[in-house]
């Protein structure tokens, strides 16, 4: 479990759930208050935003390690930004549910393929986030040359082929 709120709930599903669906509960005071049957796919990530809500700006960290890239402090076509996503699926080593992520740090099995402003580039690194908790993905990726550049370039992470 992440967070909760009166009307939101936001976990990390755990690396052992198989099959194509699970049964999520919620349960508040030793009482269930919603029950649902939810889709269970190999991977589906979803890249963490500005507003927290999946839309809207990435959050994204600019190459100095430490500077939220906004309008004001825009990355540069060449630097390296950081992306933190979610959903990336089975990995090597093995995810441990709960567990901040240690060195080896965990990569998805799957490919990972980035797209930014339309240009598809090859993550200089894809997989866990130093100290963060197993299921958090971090993506490190070069601005490429050619691309749009503006307060609004899309960003897309894939785990999986590209279809």
Do not use: C, W
């Amino acid at each position: 479990m992440i967070y909760t709120l009166s009307t939101q709930v936001a976990a990390i599903v755990p690396y052992g759930i198989t099959g194509n669906t699970a049964q999520v509960t919620v349960s508040y005071q030793g009482h269930t208050v919603a029950s649902t049957s939810v889709p269970v796919v190999s991977s589906a990530p979803g890249i963490f935003s500005l507003n927290s809500t999946g839309t809207g700006p990435v959050a994204a960290i600019n190459q100095d390690g430490f500077t939220i890239n906004t309008t004001a402090t825009p990355a540069k076509i060449g630097d390296v930004i950081s992306v933190n996503a979610t959903g990336e699926g089975q990995t090597t080593p093995g995810g441990v549910d709960g567990k901040p992520a240690v060195v080896p740090l965990p990569r998805p099995n799957l490919p990972v393929i980035v797209s930014i402003g339309g240009k598809t580039v090859t993550p200089e690194y894809a997989g866990g986030a130093p100290g963060g908790v197993a299921g958090l993905m971090q993506v490190n990726v070069r601005i490429p040359d050619g691309i749009q550049t503006g307060s609004s370039v899309p960003v897309l992470i894939q785990v999986g082929s590209a279809s």
